[in-house]
């Protein structure tokens, strides 16, 4: 029979360890609506306010990151708000400085990165619509040669994940869908 002391030492444990993982969970959260935060200013074009954001970002990413290694059974429970983190990143380093950082430089794990780079495509797809708005194909067409670029090493990479093989398939529809958004636009250029 189970001791009662013994029992209720595990019913503390497990309700610690709750509060723990909720915990987690809340501070994984706000990263995750920080990044979103940054990729709307950086869109915008809003860079203190994405800079601000991403800084608050780091900070908490950080935290997160320590206070991870004394549960680290809960990793799957937030591990998206470090893809998240790493989408808002890229997308702020290339288009402040045209050049997409490493994972090491990020502090994430290769899979985070991975999926945050992916997902940076799509948030790159979008900024050039806006820059096609205001008439700069320019930067469409840099835009699309660099979501080619990351599709072509995607596929070298030969996922055998699902979801990593899967969101290969969203770039080559991200890219095709700015191809023709270019097309379009430059067919149609105001004379």
């Not at 706000?30 to 991403?54: P, Q, V």
């Not at 908490?60 to 680290?72: A, D, H």
């Not at 708000?81 to 702020?92: D, M, R, T």
């Not at 660099?146 to 398939?169: A, G, P, Q, T, W």
């Amino acid at each position: 029979m189970l001791d009662e002391k013994y029992v209720n030492k595990l019913k503390e444990k497990f309700e610690e360890l709750e509060e723990k993982r909720d915990e987690l969970i809340k501070d994984s959260i706000r990263i995750t609506r920080l990044s979103k935060e940054a990729i709307y200013s950086i869109i915008r074009g809003d860079f203190d306010r994405a800079k601000e954001r991403i800084d608050i970002m780091d900070n908490l990413v950080n935290q997160l990151k320590e206070k991870i290694t004394s549960y680290p059974w809960f990793y799957n429970s937030i591990s998206i708000c470090f893809q998240e983190y790493a989408e808002a990143k890229i997308l702020y380093h290339f288009i402040r400085e045209n050049r997409i950082p490493t994972h090491e430089e990020m502090g994430v794990d290769e899979i985070s990165y991975v999926g945050g780079l992916i997902d940076f495509v799509g948030e790159l797809s979008r900024k050039a619509t806006e820059e096609m708005i205001k008439g700069n194909v320019d930067f469409a067409m840099r835009a699309k040669d660099i979501i080619e670029h990351i599709y072509l090493k995607m596929l070298y990479m030969e996922f055998k994940n699902y979801d990593l093989r899967r969101k290969v398939d969203y770039i080559a529809g991200v890219l095709n869908s700015l191809k023709e958004k270019i097309f379009y636009k430059t067919l149609f250029k105001e004379k």
